[in-house]
């Protein structure tokens, strides 16, 4: 028995959020900054808004282009597995490193350029872990240049997943590229190990960069998720419906812009943005339960397309390992878990997502294991019924010997994450974070990733050059 899903739209509420996106898109239309992307919108039927770069996207167009995506796109990690994004292909990914790492010894702190390598390093060491996510320039106290590229370098050394980005420049996004096809073998459309984000700019504007970076990424054979950030009360409407609107549109425009650029390019949607501002603290608020809806509303309708997505739902608002880090953490994944998630996460996500840390990492593979063993329901075949073992034992009788028992003790049948608290009949000897801590420690010492050497010396030699450069931003 498979457990089944959590659904937050019915069909209706979805042909409706998806008729108001249209009705958005052809009436109002999106900012396109580029002028090569609106001559070539024009070109396949997208008509002229009020203004010169304004853009209205007829639901002709929309649906010719929702035609065309790619929808079974291929991954394969550096270690050479080979992720595929049908609709029930599941797969998970982690942090490295963010503005402030929660170090449980030390608290919340500036990241440094080795925690880059050891988070890699955990997040490649931990089972349901194939693609992790390097934030680009976290690291205080060197340049910009500097940091992008000794961060990507130590991040490629201690991971043999598959890579994730966002990068904030066309420099970076160039060098995410070239150090990717080192790490590839020479070509990401033969050994796709990249993935990247490239957002639509909320409320309905498709920059200059964003558009150049979307065709950076396509040319190279990148496979992008794509789509919105937007806030309700701050760049959306504040009703959580008309946020889902706004987004889904959003989501359509760069979608749209994908097969203009090249028709068949696989794209991946999915939630995870969206969410709402604290209109009394003036405070955007990157988890909760408006977010969690709006995830998986966004989730539901690309299942809808059957468009593969990306999502992560798992930060929190706090810093700290606490009831409430637990509670937002299970709200997050128990509404998009059950739904359609090709790649899941974000393990490690803390402190409204400004924040990770090695113990949070852990314990969010933790929660997800256990889910996993939930999603997987219960096993009724005729061995697992034990009738034999039943009558063998009898009344009275005990099964510490039974053979099934001696066959599955081992096995996750039951299910218990390594770092659950364990309460032998009195207090707690440790506390989850701690188990989580001792348990990313170990890892971060003792995993050793199997990155080819001869790629890695490539890969420095690419950096020092980048470096003599002078890191100029195109």
Same mark, same amino acid.
């Given at each position: ?238 009703? =959580?419906?008309? +946020?889902?609107?706004?987004?889904? @549109?959003?989501?359509?425009?760069? #979608? *749209? /812009? %994908? ?111 256990? =889910?996993?063993? +939930?999603?997987?329901?219960?096993? @009724?075949?005729?061995?697992?019924? #034990? *009738? /034999? %073992? ?85």
């Amino acid at each position: 028995m498979l457990a089944q899903g959590i659904r937050v739209l019915s069909d209706a509420d979805r042909e409706r959020i998806h008729a108001a996106a249209l009705h958005v898109l052809e009436k109002g239309g999106v900012l396109v900054e580029e002028s090569d992307l609106r001559a070539q919108m024009a070109a396949r039927g997208a008509r002229p808004g009020p203004n010169a770069d304004r853009v209205r996207l007829p639901g002709g167009l929309v649906a010719d282009c929702l035609t065309t995506i790619n929808r079974a796109p291929l991954m394969r990690t550096v270690g050479g597995k080979t992720l595929t994004h049908r609709a029930a292909d599941r797969y998970y990914h982690s942090l490295v490193t963010d503005p402030y790492i929660a170090d449980y010894r030390e608290g919340l702190r500036r990241p440094r350029l080795d925690d880059i390598a050891r988070h890699a390093r955990l997040g490649d060491a931990l089972p349901l872990v194939d693609s992790i996510h390097l934030m680009d320039d976290t690291i205080p106290g060197l340049d910009s240049a500097t940091s992008e590229l000794k961060g990507l370098e130590a991040f490629v050394a201690n991971t043999t997943t598959c890579y994730h980005c966002a990068p904030g420049t066309m420099r970076g996004t160039r060098c995410w590229i070239e150090i990717a096809e080192i790490m590839a073998g020479g070509s990401l459309r033969s050994n796709p190990v990249l993935g990247a984000y490239v957002p639509v700019v909320s409320p309905l504007v498709l920059t200059d960069f964003n558009v150049k970076q979307l065709r950076m990424f396509l040319r190279a054979g990148v496979l992008c998720n794509v789509g919105p950030c937007a806030i309700a009360g701050a760049t959306a409407p504040y009703p =959580l419906a008309g +946020l889902l609107v706004q987004s889904w @549109a959003e989501f359509l425009a760069m #979608a *749209v /812009a %994908s097969q203009v650029i090249e028709p068949g390019a696989p794209v991946m949607g999915g939630g995870g943005g969206a969410h709402h501002m604290d209109m009394r603290r003036l405070e955007s608020m990157y988890s909760g339960v408006s977010k969690a809806l709006a995830s998986a509303a966004m989730n539901e309708l690309c299942g809808w397309l059957d468009i593969p997505t990306r999502t992560g739902n798992l930060t929190t608002l706090c810093s700290n390992y606490g009831v409430q880090n637990g509670m937002e953490s299970a709200i997050g994944a128990l509404a998009t878990f059950f739904g359609r998630a090709n790649d899941y996460g974000s393990f490690g996500s803390l402190a409204n997502a400004c924040g990770m840390s090695a113990a949070q990492i852990v314990m969010h593979h933790d929660l997800i294991e256990t =889910l996993e063993r +939930l999603r997987r329901g219960l096993d @009724a075949s005729d061995e697992k019924l #034990a *009738v /034999a %073992s039943i009558l063998a034992a009898g009344p009275r009788g005990e099964f510490m010997m039974d053979p099934l028992t001696i066959k599955y003790m081992r096995s996750d049948e039951h299910g218990f994450p390594a770092s659950y608290e364990q309460c032998h009949g009195g207090q707690d000897v440790k506390t989850m974070a701690q188990r989580a801590q001792e348990r990313a420690e170990d890892l971060m010492a003792s995993h050793r990733p199997a990155v080819p050497q001869d790629r890695l010396d490539e890969v420095h030699r690419y950096v020092e050059r980048e470096l003599a450069r002078g890191g100029q931003n195109e």
